[in-house]
């Protein structure tokens, strides 16, 4: 029976932020390639006979949001096709099925760029070895929600696909569905949910395949995990939750990859500031002691609100340029705020002038966002402009878009194409 080497997950281009000069890579897309270059070596020492991606190696948009821009994918481009043809040399075929962030473009490329032993596959039944592989088109949606079975072949017996699964608080596949689409297979594995675990939901034969490599979407993956809550810290340590699965006749063995760096996870608890204060000093205090601290990449979750993190948080870590944050997430979606007062009760029958408006507007925001509102209301919303019968509303945009360009640092050739583009 063949050999075949399943992995998912990398989330490559997830870094790729613009920047301005066209040869530079910033750190963590280098950090990610390096870590894809030595997981890749580790695969190819397993001599497998086909490599299957389960979604979500490459992502549509980045840490802030953007759709990757065509010119920063090409920066990873080369070092990615390099080491998938390092992987065929031994006559390796590499099979990909689309996640939820992949971008079908972006595969379809690999194809091309490879030739024949690269292959996207889509709803697809395909014949290796002694072995009928079924790639399933994600379908995966926001909430719970079901897999037709009319969609499931009756003549696979390997299914991959990559699926939301309902377990804990995490919404996706009901136990029921699952069920009745693994009976149809012998084996069953699944991308997205970034963490290795065999027999999912008392399913004998149901597979989650864990996250390739570190990356932004760390999702709960760590290898070190601190927890501040009371004034007293616990501190955990566990196995890379990185790495790849063998499927090699009727054995299933997942391999774990050490990443260049130590993934910290690290849980603030408290109930005032000076809890988290008191957290991140004591935490970050220890880690500063390590060896290898600029190796580091710390993930906090905490209880505190969206501008308490803003606010408090991030300016704290900061104070500690050896350790690197990646990022702070928040498990308050919104922030208590006592009830706004209706217009008539605050201002009752007070007339004010338009720069008495925009001093009050100003006063309840903070310096940078205050300074972004002053300037819309200085070049755009001006006297002029609110006066008008007949207000150019077109040219205001063009200010508007010009403006918030300055403080992106975009481009004026990105800005001319955004308003061309907007002109229909």
Known sequence: ????????????????????DEKVLNEEA?????????????????????????????????QSGQRVAHREAEKYMPVVRSILKELTKNGCKIYALRGNHDSEPVLKSLE????????????????????????????????????????IPKDGNVLFMHESISMGNILGLSKENLE?????????????????????????????????????????????????????????????????????????????????????????????????????KEIYNLLEEREDREKL????????????????IWPQVSKYPHIKTLEIESERPEVLRVPVPKIEEEF??????????IDKLLSTLEKNQANIVRKIFNEIFTPQLLQSLNPDERDAFKKLLELLAKGRKVSPGFVQRAWEFSKG
């Open 1 to 20: 029976m063949p050999r075949i080497c399943i992995l998912g997950d990398a989330h490559l281009l997830y870094q790729a932020e613009w920047i301005e």
């Open 297 to 312: 990449r710390v993930w906090i979750k905490t209880n505190a609100d969206k501008i308490t993190v803003e606010r408090i």
């Open 112 to 151: 091309n760029a490879l030739g024949n032993v690269f292959t996207y596959v889509s709803n697809q039944v395909i014949p290796f070895g002694d072995l009928r592989l079924f790639f399933l088109n994600t379908h995966y949606v926001a909430g719970n929600y079901e897999i037709p079975l009319d969609e």
């Open 180 to 280: 009745r689409i693994c009976k149809v297979f012998k084996f069953v594995f699944n991308g997205h949910m970034h963490f290795y675990a065999e027999k999912v939901l008392g399913i004998p034969n149901l597979y989650n395949v864990p996250a390739f490599i570190p990356s932004r979407r760390i999702k709960n993956n760590w290898m070190l995990k601190y927890r501040f809550e009371n004034g007293k810290i616990e501190s955990e340590r566990q196995e890379s939750p990185f790495g790849y699965i063998i499927l090699d006749g009727n054995n299933v063995k997942f391999k774990r990859y050490d990443p260049l760096q130590t993934i910290v996870l690290m849980e603030l608890i408290g109930k005032s500031v000076d809890d988290f204060l008191a957290g991140i």
């Open 348 to 357: 009752g029958e007070v007339a004010f002038t338009r720069d008495e408006l």
């Open 30 to 62: 280098r950090e990610v390639l390096d870590n894809f270059k030595m997981a890749m070596e580790k695969v190819i020492s397993e001599s497998p006979d086909a490599v299957v991606f389960v979604g979500d190696m490459f992502d549509t948009r980045t």
